[in-house]
Every structure is written in C-alpha cells, then in structure tokens.
C-alpha cells in the first residue's frame, strides 16, 4: 500500500491549489479515505473525507472553501482548496481508512503555504 | 467541535510506564468505542498504534495498550524505550457530522 501526494506549493491569500493522492497496492473505491493537515509545529487536523459510496465530509474550518473528489479510474483522490487563507497553511497527508475509523496508511505529505 | 484535550507532555524513564490521557465529551469520546491513538516522530509521518480504543495493528508493540471510562481514552506504554520518545495524538470519531477530532498532542520524552 503507498500513498502518494503531489500539488502543494505557495500561494496568495485568496488563490487556489489542487492536492492529489495517488494510491497504489490497493483498491480506492473500497475505502474511506481522508486529507489531514498540520501546521509547522502543531497537531493534526482533520480536513475532509470522502466515503465509498462517494459521499463527502468537510471540517467546519473549510466548508465551502474545499471540495474532496475522486477518480477511481485513476486510482486517485484530490482536494480542491479555493479562497485559501493564511491559516491553511500546513502540511496535507493523505490517508486510508482502516478498521473502525482509525488512518491505517498515510502518504508522506505535500506542504502548502499560503504567504503574499 | 473543539480539540479533544490530552496534557501537553509526558516524561518517564527507560522501563517505567506511561499513561497519556485523552478527554472528550458524550458526543465524541463517550459515545463512540472508534478511538484511534497516532505515534509521530519528528518531520515523520503519523503510525497508527492503537484502534477501536483498545486493539493494536500488527506492526504496533504490544507495550502499547488503550482503554476508555466515560468521556476519556487513555494510552499506555510499558516499558518505556529511547524510541517511544514522540508526539502522540489520539483521535475519535464524532459523528457523521463532523465525522473525526483529533487530540492537540502529548509530547512524550523518555529521560
């Protein structure tokens, strides 16, 4: 199982980005998978879901901004993240679900910075 | 939804035991038994080390256990080890709302 993530990099206050998750080892379409982000030097936060059957969650603190997708053709998922603010910057992981809610595999990580 | 609440640091010896607290509320940690603890070392990646409150992924130690009363999830660790020196977060599931929480993290130093 490998987790891959791509598209981070720094952007205005007010811009967009695209995160991918590139999964291998496994098929995506079986699982819930999920962005968790963390800002340099404190804890984990989680993002945004979607499940298997397509359905899509967001935390509070991104609703509206941020959209989760997937290509299971592709074997991919992706975060679309627009209006982005100062205060999402962080580090995003990628992950996948495992038993009983818990992230049993996590890519390495894409850092997004958001700075003028 | 605020941050489920563990201390800020931990410290034991090498071979003592350590317990890590983690409180939540009746919407989250009482009333889901889908606590997860994470293992972090520095600019690594989060491991799972113990799910569903209490079960260990193969891979996990068996120095590490979880348990849960009430509104609190608690992390142990036996036998304390240069390596379990990290940052450990736990995590639970609040519903399908707001679907997952996060603890703010216990650094843990092994002295």
């Known amino acids: 199982v490998q987790l891959v993530e791509s598209g981070g990099g720094l952007v205005q206050p007010g811009g967009s980005l695209r995160l991918s998750c590139a999964a291998s080892g496994f098929t995506l379409g079986s699982y819930d998978m999920h962005w968790v982000r963390q800002g340099t030097g404190k804890g984990l936060e989680w993002v945004s879901a979607?499940?298997?059957?397509?359905?899509?969650y967001y935390a509070d603190s991104v609703k509206g901004r941020f959209t989760i997708s997937r290509e299971i053709a592709k074997n991919s998922f992706y975060l679309q993240m627009n209006s982005l603010r100062a205060e999402d910057t962080a580090v995003y992981f990628c992950?996948?679900?495992?038993?009983?809610?818990?992230?049993?595999?996590w890519g390495q990580g894409t850092l997004v910075t958001v700075s003028s | 939804q605020s941050a489920l609440t563990q201390p800020a640091s931990v410290s034991g010896s090498p071979g003592q035991s350590i317990t890590i607290s983690c409180t939540g509320t009746?919407?989250?940690?009482?009333?889901?038994?889908?606590v997860s603890w994470y293992q972090q070392h520095p600019g690594k990646v989060p491991k799972l080390m113990i799910y569903e409150v209490n079960k260990r992924p193969s891979g996990a130690s068996n120095r590490f256990s979880g348990s849960k009363s009430g509104n609190t999830a608690s992390l142990t660790i036996s036998g304390l080890q240069a390596e379990d020196e990290a940052d450990y977060y736990c995590?639970?599931?609040?519903?399908?709302?707001?679907?997952?929480?996060f603890g703010g993290g216990t650094k843990l130093t092994v002295l």
């Open positions: 009746s919407n989250d940690v009482g009333s889901y038994n889908l």
């Open positions: 992950s996948r679900e495992g038993y009983a809610e818990s992230f049993d595999y």
């Open positions: 979607i499940g298997e059957t397509g359905t899509t």
């Open positions: 995590c639970s599931y609040v519903g399908n709302r707001d679907f997952i929480i």
